[in-house]
DNA sequence: CACGATAGATTGGTATGCAAGGTATTCTCT
DNA sequence: AGAGAATACCTTGCATACCAATCTATCGTG
């Protein structure tokens, strides 16, 4: 696997913690949402984000409306946190924050030790 | 999605970083990886484990021998860093702390912000 | 010889990211 | 009017990793 691919891997259910916490600062829409989470260095693309932005609603987290900004020329579809999107958002922050630091803390270890040789016999592999 | 199968959506890409960081400390065989990053809010069950090993040792990431310890058993599988794979855990350490930095990130900001409200009307559902 | 512990391995189901492609609207340029 | 670009949302098909369940094999104990 190379790293690009494994960057994509790494993504997975990070999309959704960003989207909901992105969320929890206020109304928003596609677009916007991709270019708070989908520039340089991003976990976002628009693939990703509308089949996202579906499951979410239809599983209650979030609410949307439709918006036909003074600014705009298209339509909008904004989208809130619902009662039960909150709570959810709240332990998947929890969540992520042990779960990062345990992939940081098996990483810094492996900065300090050196590797050290198991004992014992090697078995030799079989000739047949 | 309840946040147990999102937990282990998280998890994908982690279990090949956490794996080759542990083995930058050393040599170590499969159990005992799993001890190391399978506990409590680990990364890691056996189900995932030995198909990653198999993997990374045909990608010439690892190299394993068996051991036959004079304290065990039952011989056991060793697995060290191949030159290939130092480099790659290098540059997925690097990489996870760009990612994790940037989900942090928008968690944090999440917490300071309160809501706002879009401007402009919002479009009636139509009624057909 | 049944049972548990140790150790490694496989299978099948599931969920997600994402490239590629599509629809629709509005604005600009000619 | 027509072509093209920008904005905005949406769908399809594929690749891939995780993991519960299950399996093989060895060794020690009762």
New interface residues.
Partial sequence: ?D?TS??S??????A???VL??L????R?GVELLD??GGA???LSDGTLYPLLTRLER?GKIVA??????D?RI??K?Y?LSADGEM??A???R??????A???G??E??AH???????????PASTG
């Fill in positions: 696997m790293i494994w960057q891997q790494l993504r997975k259910g990070a959704e913690l960003v916490s992105l929890r600062q206020g109304e829409y708070k989470a260095g991003g976990v599983e409306r439709w918006v036909m900004a003074d705009a339509p909008r904004y809130t959810l958002v332990e998947m922050q969540t992520w924050f042990e779960f990062s345990f992939v940081t098996a990483i270890e492996s030790d050196r590797p050290t040789a198991a004992r014992g016999r090697t078995i």
